[in-house]
C-alpha cells in the first residue's frame, strides 16, 4: 500500500509539475519577448581536430522557472512543440544566441559559428526562413556565425519544400547541421538530396563504435561513405580519450562532448575561445 501511495504521489507532483511548465510556456508565448529572462542558452563548445581548437559550440535551451528552478528540455521541448509554442522559444533562443556571438566578436574572441536546434516544425511554417534571417540581420552578425541543426523526422511529401528552405538560407551562408544521425529513420537516401554541411553521428554510434571491432569497423564504413561525399562529420557524446581517438580514426573533423565540457551558460563559451591577436 505505501508503495502505491508513493507512487500516486510523485505523480501528482510530476502532473503538478508539467501544468505549472505548461503555464509558464503559455505566458512566455503570449508575451513573445525575446528578450525573456526565463529562457537560457547553455552552450556546449565543439572541438575542431583540424586546428585543436574550440571554435564553435552548440546551443542549448533551459528554462529558469520561479517554482522549479531549472528545466531541461526533455521536461518542455515535447510539450512546447504539442501547443505550438515552439517557435516563440526558438525565436528567443536564436535571438539570444546572435546577441552573445556580436558580444564576444566585439571582445575579439574567434568564434567561427554557434549551431541552434530547430524543430522539424519551424521547417513547415511559410515566416522561418523571414525570422531567422531578421533576427540574425537585427543582431548584425553575418549569417555565416549561426547554423542550423534539423533532425530527419519530415514525411517524404514535404522534402521538396525542407529542401527549399535549405537551400535559400544557405544562400546567405548559415550551414546546416544534420543532427541524431544513426537513430529514428537514418536511412542514405534521405539524407543525400539534402543539401547539408555537417552530419553529427548521434552519441549511441560512439557508444556502439567502441563496443567490439565489428561495430566500430560498421560505423568506421558509414563515416567514410559521409567523407567521400564531402559531408563534413562531428561525433556527439564523447566521454574519453578512448572516444576521441576512435572518433578521430572515422574521420571526425568535430567533436563535441562531456570530455571537453558540459552544456555552460553561453557567456562562459570564454573560457574555451583564443581571442583574436
Ligand atoms: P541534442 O540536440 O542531441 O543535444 C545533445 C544532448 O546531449 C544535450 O542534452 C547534451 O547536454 C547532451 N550531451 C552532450 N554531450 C554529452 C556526453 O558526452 N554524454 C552524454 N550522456 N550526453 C551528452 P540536452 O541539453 O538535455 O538536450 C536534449 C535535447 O533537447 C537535444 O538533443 C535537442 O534535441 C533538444 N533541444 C535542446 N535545445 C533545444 C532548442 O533550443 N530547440 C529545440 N527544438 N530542441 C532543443
Ligand atoms: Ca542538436
Ligand atoms: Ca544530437
Ligand atoms: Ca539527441
Sequence with gaps: VGAVYECQNKDIIEYRKASYILGELKDINA???LEDERVKVYCQPVLNTRTNRFASAEALMRLELPETGMVYPDQFIPMAERHD???TL???ILNKTCR???RLEQEGYQIDR???NFSILEFRRKEFCKDVMDIIRQNEIPYEKVAIELTESWNETEFDNIKNTITSL????IKFYLDDFGTGYSNFE???GLPIDVIKFDRSLTILAGKNAESRYMVGSFSDIFKNSHYEILFEGVENEKDEDQCKQMNALYLQGYKYSKPIPIEELTRFLGRAV
Design 31 to 33: 508575451h513573445c519577448d
Design 85 to 87: 509554442y515552439i517557435h
Design 90 to 92: 526558438s525565436k528567443i
Design 100 to 102: 552573445q556571438i556580436k
Design 114 to 116: 554557434v549551431s541552434v
Design 170 to 173: 544557405q544562400k546567405l551562408g
Design 190 to 192: 534521405r539524407i543525400i
